[in-house]
């Protein structure tokens, strides 16, 4: 928690989705709790888009953009 607020965990975001582009990946998926929300407001800062709730939350990133 002391971390939190620093754009640490959107750094590394970027700089792996940055390789992931290098690699011709278009997209990339992670796996949440819907309980999470500093994870979910990550995610969402970053371009993620949210599946409709069934327990879990996968969040998916386009790479081609």
Known sequence: ???RGQ???R???EAL???ARE???GEA???TDWANEAARRLYASV???EDPP????LVSFDLRS
């Open 23 to 25: 690699l011709s990946c």
């Open 7 to 9: 754009g640490i965990g």
């Open 29 to 31: 998926w992670v796996l």
């Open 54 to 57: 069934d327990g879990a939350v």
């Open 47 to 49: 371009g993620g888009r």
């Open 1 to 3: 928690p002391g971390h």
């Open 11 to 13: 750094r590394l975001l």
């Open 17 to 19: 989705f940055a390789r």
